[in-house]
């Protein structure tokens, strides 16, 4: 899940768009070269000719955390090796004036065919995140939150995995607006999601739900465990002070419901559950968890 801000994340997909740019020259120069037997670029002989491309320049020296722990963009690193040791053999094959085998051709072309789906998959992947993630607090949207929890609640149904739910609520957050204004409560809302997002597991997702609610979906996950976690982000939270812009800082609480996915329910009754399970929590007083029973 990336947890890039929504203006760093639009520059990462415009490098990856020049990324792919900049190596399909690099492809069509190569072929070029050996075809058209020109003159190559001698760099392209290098041991370590991936790091010097174009490319290879961009992909080494990115430097976004959560670029780095991406699945998709630590596979390219082989991919794109790849790619070059081929590249070198097809070149050295050509200087000596012989003639290419088909099967170097075939390991050349496959290679740079995984390398460019490799890079649609993260420019998907980013774009994917960039248009369902609320660009208050970072964390995801509504729009794909009934979709995805439809899709776990699938892997429930056939007894593949166990997921879990909870509601967050910030306790008397109207008080937060009307005193101190909404530009305020916003800082409130986004701190409150960095934490939420800090102290859960990288295939956890969490949703805007409603104005001050969020919803966390934790797969692979039994009820006692995700309590824990949530109840552990309730103190946390608790605990936390967000400075204003006049120097003083505000304190704020949240509540929480949490509830198992059970299988053959519908998604709209483990959201129900949740949120009687937070209702609980408002009337014991808030800055509490309740278990869905």
């Known amino acids: 899940m990336y947890r890039i801000n929504r203006e760093k994340l639009l520059a990462v997909i415009r490098e990856v768009d020049q990324a792919i740019y900049n190596h399909s020259q690099w492809y069509q120069n190569i072929i070029r070269s050996i075809v058209c037997r020109l003159p190559f670029d001698q760099r392209d002989m290098a041991e370590d000719a991936h790091h010097h491309c174009t490319f290879g320049q961009w992909y080494y020296h990115c430097s976004e955390k959560e670029m780095q722990e991406n699945k998709t963009f ?36 496959n290679a740079v065919e995984r390398l460019r789906l490799n890079l649609q998959t993260l420019k998907y992947e980013l774009e994917e995140t960039l248009y369902n993630r609320d660009p208050l607090t970072g964390v995801r949207n509504r729009i794909s939150m009934l979709s995805d929890l439809r899709k776990q609640m699938d892997l429930i149904d056939r007894h593949v995995d166990t997921t879990v739910i909870a509601i ?26 960095a934490y939420i997002l800090q102290h859960l597991r990288p295939y956890d997702n969490v949703y805007r739900y409603g104005g001050e609610e969020f919803l966390i979906m934790m797969p692979h996950t039994d009820v006692e465990t995700a309590a824990a976690v949530i109840e552990r982000i309730r103190e946390g939270v608790a605990q936390m002070q967000t400075h204003m812009h006049n120097g003083e800082t505000i304190s704020v609480t949240i509540s929480a419901g949490v509830t198992k996915l059970r299988d053959h329910h519908n998604i709209e009754t483990a959201i129900e559950e949740a949120d009687k399970a937070l209702y609980e929590a408002k009337l014991g007083g808030r800055n509490k968890s309740v278990v869905s029973a």
């Open 74 to 109: 630590q596979s390219i690193r082989g991919e794109h090796k790849q790619v070059h040791a081929n590249a070198k053999l097809l070149l050295e094959t050509s200087s000596r004036g012989e003639a290419i085998s088909y099967i170097d051709y075939d390991n050349f072309a």
């Open 168 to 193: 967050l609520d910030v306790d008397r957050f109207k008080q937060v607006n009307d005193t101190h204004g909404h530009p305020v409560g916003d800082l409130v809302l986004a701190n409150i999601a």
